[in-house]
């Protein structure tokens, strides 16, 4: 689908390798990373393996490349979001305990096509705004006392990322959709200021699951 953003682990150009190669030998001549490990790591660069790409980046693996080292957004007595440009892991953990939780990406990039996300929500709500061609996965996701309301598919365009959701939800409700067209407007100027130019994002309307 036009306009849907690349994952990251596609996005590299090959200086961004060599980069990345570079950066790794580095890491394991200074003894951060094990260098018998280190013909490993550089042979999941050429495949674009996000985890070994974040660690190539920062110098160590970033929170959400591991099943048990999620990215954790939690709002406690004050909410959480998610705008802008920023790079979506793996794996992410959503706690909307007092506060709410509102993750934005219409700017983001996947890491990969498959995002395990777990969510709970004790009194607070959370929202999530997609761009057209990504999906949701939401029959693992418990509503408890609260709502969950779906306006997107479950299904990904071809190279777009899926959300599946688990988890449960107490008081608090879900809201899933796609970005409006004001929203979509905003990111392409965004993103144009950043890179030039973008394709356009085209908003999807009225299409996928309702639940809840």
């Known amino acids: 689908m036009r306009g849907s953003p690349k994952l990251v682990a596609m996005s590299l150009e090959p200086l961004d390798r060599d980069a990345a190669r570079a950066r790794l030998r580095s890491l394991a001549e200074q003894g951060l990373i094990d260098p ?27 929170a959400g490349y591991r099943e048990d080292d999620p990215l954790v957004i939690s709002a406690g007595w004050s909410s959480q979001r998610r705008d802008g440009a920023w790079v979506v892991p793996p794996y992410l953990d959503v706690q909307a305990k007092a506060s709410n939780v509102r993750l934005n990406f219409l700017q983001a990039q996947a890491a990969t096509t498959l995002i395990r996300v777990e969510v709970s ?34 299904q990904p365009a071809p190279g777009c990322p899926v959300l599946v959701l688990r988890g449960s939800l107490a008081m608090g409700n879900l809201k899933v959709r796609y970005g409006t067209r004001g929203q979509v407007r905003r990111s392409q100027r965004a993103l144009r200021g950043r890179r030039g130019s973008v394709p356009a994002l085209n908003p999807v309307s009225g299409a996928g699951e309702n639940r809840g």
């Open 121 to 154: 929500g004790a009194m607070g709500n959370v929202k999530l705004i997609l761009p057209a061609g990504w999906a949701v996965d939401a029959d693992r996701l418990h509503a408890g006392m609260g709502t969950i309301r779906i306006r997107v598919s479950n």
């Open 36 to 62: 018998a490990t280190l013909d490993a790591q550089l042979a999941a660069v050429d495949t674009g393996d996000p985890r070994t790409l974040a660690l190539a980046q920062h110098g160590y693996t970033a």
